[in-house]
């Protein structure tokens, strides 16, 4: 007899909510046995006469569910129960609930939006919010509104919140709850060590968990190098002890023994990733060890990669990996922070749609035929600046028109299953009749570990080749697969017996670098983005890599998958993007402008030289830039100072700069460099004025003092004390009223015959009815041979020595 689960007491409620609204919400904690379940009890509902189809977040999930589904119907996966997924497959004609992972269904549905025979869809473990999941039930939702009011659609999850994803699929939708296994779950708080590597603190707190427990221990890492380094260090401390791996790279077999009980009786340790924190039950495991940490990728917008990011996990994921302890009886979960910490981790993970790269996502919804994603039903919409990053990214693959349509091209990259530049990268190879070799490239960049290890990726095409093992070999019949449905789309050509890594640079044409120093280690790419190899790769010879996968931000993302390209595969196969241009360059040293002609693979130069023909227009431009930028050192300051002074809009720096083609273009012909006589530049400078403002200037601040000797003196308007002049004091004799800018005073700075400073002032009749009495003592002592009178105001102005005034007979 089937065993008795807590799902089996809310099936009745599934079932009638499915079939009076045909849309509900199961919130079902672990180990009620939701995944397992509802589908196969739906199957006899009258409204369910096709398939039953359940989308599995993970690979692994998705096989052992279907397994265990049809262990429970005592037959074999492909009967009544099977599963698809991208490197395995068991279905037939008979099957009635069919397991896919989450990407598959984007695909069927998008091939099939009426999805012909099928009865429902239930959308497992969708507090996950990956893309795919998100993307799939959006347009599950919009074919059950406007093709199949009939479909049924169940979203499925543990820690969901089943109101919200209620209003999502619409006002009928009921929620239902299951309650859980309630068996009791120990947290205990080892705490963390900033200086300790993971791999050390975790195998440190397996050990102690072996030590303090019974029952298999589950420790979960960030990733495949932690759970390996791990791994090392428990193999030398318990070499009786199997300790298993559980991760996406791990052949299927491999991973039914992690899922499953040692078959002789032996406790085990099973080291994990993310990918058993859900959907799947580890028989046995009363432990978990958790390190805290999760990798997650993240779309780096502005250099067009995705990388993983190494993070603290949610509250939500951590609940979820200590429920893995208390499946099948008390258990007991070990976590490496400390507890006054775990309130300040994220409640949840973000959703996949607000980090990922959108490309694939707004192509998908290009082909169903919008190109407005609010028009779709979302939980969380996709932001506005990433959609746009999307499509700027498929106009440039030639997928979408500049109105967001799909073109015949984006037509054939979508109807490929995998993301666009990938299947553009198929395309490229089938058409040159590569297409496998092309197929094998992308799919080495998909699945970590596939011929290896290392940066270079045809050297691991080459050991994938010569690998007979199982997951080798479901790889080629996939990337077979691609390779025969690209052959399909395009007319192909001779073989060509090119690089596979040329098609990988038509369709990242932006990710072809150069190498940049002697050993290798600094890159730039054609993107104008740098990059950093390993100088003890043998990629760090190459004079030329296609860069297919970078981790880390900023300049020097470090790339961990990249392949050869000769100089041949550049000019050959990039010639279209390769352009020859003239380029003005500004020669700081010289101060001039130089005129170079280049070749160029977007930020790469491939040579250049002198330009014998420049455009001039083009010199005149880097010129008037540059003078722009040192306006306040070509430009005479008094000449700024007096427009500064008069409010006139026409000499402000900001007026200037806007003006530059007007006034200075014309100064700037036929010339390499900036010396332009003064007398042009102020010339240039005053003409660009109007009438009024010349008027303005000439009035409000005039250039020069005339003093009542006949003298002129130029008037500085820069300065605390502006406007000032310097002149002789005896300039100013007969010199009543003080002489005035406008409303404003003029600052005499009253100088001796030898032009020595004397006495400032704002204020002449003051100053000689005042201080001029001291003054003129001390001065005749020095300079006897000059006019020192009592009443200087009454005196004829002349700066002649008293003989020379006196036989002048003024």
């Not at 059950?144 to 009011?149: E, K, T």
């Not at 102690?208 to 979960?220: K, N, P, S």
């Not at 000797?709 to 502006?722: F, L, R, V």
Request: hydrophobic share 40%.
């Amino acid at each position: 007899m089937p065993e008795k689960l807590p799902i089996h007491d809310v099936l009745p409620d599934v079932q009638r909510a499915l079939a009076a609204s045909g849309a509900a919400v199961l919130v079902a904690p672990p180990g009620a046995g939701k995944t397992t379940a509802v589908a196969p009890a739906l199957l006899a509902a009258d409204w369910c006469s096709g398939q039953v189809i359940l989308t599995s977040p993970r690979r692994v999930a998705a096989r052992a569910a279907a397994e265990r589904m049809a262990e429970m119907l005592g037959e074999k996966p492909g009967e009544t129960i099977g599963y698809l997924t991208r490197l395995d497959s068991k279905t037939s004609s008979k099957t009635r609930v069919l397991v896919m992972t989450e990407a598959i269904f984007v695909n069927r549905v998008l091939d099939d939006p009426e999805l012909t025979g099928v009865s429902a869809v239930l959308f497992d473990e969708a507090h996950e919010r990956h893309l795919d999941s998100d993307l799939g039930l959006a347009l599950a939702l919009e074919s059950r509104a406007v093709l199949r009011d009939d479909l049924r659609v169940l979203v499925m999850s543990a820690t969901i919140d089943g109101a919200r994803f209620a209003r999502l699929l619409g006002d009928e939708a009921h929620v239902i709850e299951s309650e859980g296994r309630a068996y009791p779950l120990e947290i205990r708080w080892l705490g963390s060590s900033p200086n300790a590597r993971i791999e050390d603190a975790v195998a440190s707190a397996v050990l102690q968990a072996w030590r303090e427990q019974g029952g298999d221990v589950l420790a979960f890492l960030p990733g495949v190098s932690e759970i390996e380094r791990t791994r090392e260090r428990l193999e030398g401390r318990l070499p009786e002890v199997p300790i298993l791996p559980l991760h996406g790279q791990v052949q299927p077999a491999q991973q039914r023994a992690a899922i499953s009980r040692d078959p002789h009786g032996r406790r085990r340790i099973v080291l994990a990733t993310a990918i058993a924190e859900t959907s799947l039950t580890l028989d046995g495991v009363s432990v978990v060890v958790d390190s805290g940490l999760a990798r997650m990728a993240e779309y780096d917008k502005a250099a067009g990669t995705t990388h993983l990011d190494t993070r603290r996990a949610s509250q939500a994921a951590a609940a979820q990996r200590a429920g893995r302890a208390a499946r099948q009886g008390p258990g007991v979960a070990y976590r490496l922070w400390e507890e006054h910490g775990h309130a300040g981790r994220p409640e949840f993970a973000p959703p996949e749609i607000t980090t990922a790269d959108l490309a694939p996502l707004v192509l998908s919804l290009a082909k169903w035929g919008t190109s407005d994603p609010a028009s779709l039903p979302w939980l969380d919409p996709p932001p506005d600046a990433a959609v746009e990053t999307a499509r700027n990214a498929l106009r440039k693959l030639g997928a979408l028109d500049e109105s967001g349509k799909i073109t015949p091209r984006g037509s054939q990259i979508a109807s490929l299953p995998i993301d666009p530049v990938s299947a553009a990268t198929v395309l490229f190879g089938a058409e040159a009749g590569e297409a496998f070799a092309a197929a094998k490239l992308v799919l080495l960049l998909q699945e970590r570990g596939l011929g290896g290890r290392g940066e270079d990726l045809l050297q691991r095409l080459t050991r994938w080749d010569g690998d007979r093992s199982q997951r080798a070999e479901a790889s080629r019949k996939l990337a077979q697969r691609w390779a025969s449905a690209a052959e399909r789309l395009v007319a192909g050509a001779d073989r060509a017996s090119l690089n596979p890594a040329a098609f990988l640079a038509l369709a990242r044409p932006d990710f072809v670098a150069r190498r940049r120093d002697s050993n290798g280690e600094q890159w730039i790419s054609a993107g104008g983005r740098g990059f950093q190899l390993d100088p003890v790769s043998p990629l760090a010879r190459a004079e030329w890599l296609v860069v297919g996968d970078a981790q880390g931000q900023a300049k020097g993302a470090r790339i961990t998958g990249a392949a050869e390209l000769s100089t041949h595969d550049v000019e050959q196969q990039l010639q279209h993007l390769i352009e020859k241009r003239s380029i003005i360059l500004w020669n700081k040293s010289e101060k001039r402008v130089e005129a170079r002609l280049e070749r160029r693979l977007g930020a790469i130069t491939f040579a250049s030289g002198p330009d014998p023909d420049p455009d001039p227009q083009a010199l005149v431009d880097k010129l008037v830039e540059k003078a722009v930028e040192r306006l306040g050192e070509i430009l005479p300051a008094s000449l700024i100072a007096r427009g500064k002074f008069a409010h006139v809009a026409g000499l402000e720096p900001v007026t200037l700069r806007d003006r530059a083609e007007l006034w200075l273009a014309p100064l700037l012909a036929g010339r390499r460099d900036l010396d332009i006589p003064m007398n042009r530049l102020v010339d240039g400078v005053l003409g660009q004025l109007d009438w009024d403002e010349r008027q303005r200037l000439d009035k409000l601040a005039p250039r020069e003092f005339s003093s009542p000797a006949g003298t002129a003196h130029k008037i500085e308007y820069s300065g605390d004390d502006a406007p000032s002049v310097e002149v002789r004091v005896q300039a100013l004799f007969g010199l009543e009223r003080h002489p005035m800018i406008g409303d404003t005073p003029l600052l005499l700075k009253l100088t001796s015959p030898a032009g020595r400073p004397i006495q400032s002032t704002r204020d002449l009749p003051g100053f000689w009815r005042g201080s001029w009495t001291d003054v003129r003592k001390e001065m005749k002592g020095r300079y006897p041979k000059h006019r020192w009178p009592e009443e200087p105001w009454a005196e004829k102005p002349s700066l002649k020595t008293k003989n020379a005034f006196a036989k002048s007979g003024d």
